[in-house]
């Protein structure tokens, strides 16, 4: 009861406030990517591929934006240039999946769609498939910049205070996982093609980045001149 209390408690938490919409969006977009643009465009062995793709791009995403957030600049600095490129991966890799999902054609020149599925294999629908498999890679290393990007913003924000951290990504993975559900009880209805679920896809992600901003002057608290998370040093904290 006391952790539950913890992690409720969060929710008064004028930081959280407002980067809720933020974590609520942070896994709705994998219906879109994984049941429509992955499983309803390819072949089982292509998808196979792509979700090896898709991991891997997450990978390296992670580990070079992670380079962005620890350089040495200030923390409101580092917060104000992740932000622009986590909106602009969002905007770019969602709306590149749309425009396949639009104007993109199938072998035999019908869209693909819910119950319209494509069917391409990486290999003899090449060079035709390697765009949209390009654009998978894409949507993942986006997603790992979303959730690079909210990880950072919470543990920059709580500091050393351990309790405060444990209540942040308690309530960050439930409404990440009840967005995510929605999501997925949503495709249950066949009226919501895959093309209207991209477009509320990036309108939710790319909005829910915009209350997040008023958010930076909790670093600005968190992060007086000085401390370890001012500059992105943390080489002292053996």
Known sequence: MEELRSAM???SDPFIQCNVMFYFASNWF???EFSGFNGAQFNVRTR???SSLFWAAQMMAAWRFGMVLDAPHSALTRAKTGMAIVLSSVIVSLGLAIAINLLGHCPDGHRWDKHMS???DFATNSP???VPMFVFALLGAADAVYQSYAYWLMSTVAGTDVRKMVGYAALYKGCQSFGAGLAW?????PAFSYRAQG???LMLASCACLPVCRSFRFI???CAPGNICDKGDYSTIA
Do not use: I, K, P
Request: charged share 10%.
């Open 185 to 189: 009880l949503s495709d249950m209805s």
């Open 30 to 32: 994998y219906t879109y």
């Open 118 to 120: 494509c069917f391409l």
């Open 48 to 50: 196979g591929l792509n």
């Open 128 to 130: 035709h498939s390697l």
């Open 9 to 11: 408690s969060a929710f």
């Open 199 to 201: 477009v509320v896809a």
């Open 220 to 222: 600005e608290g968190a």
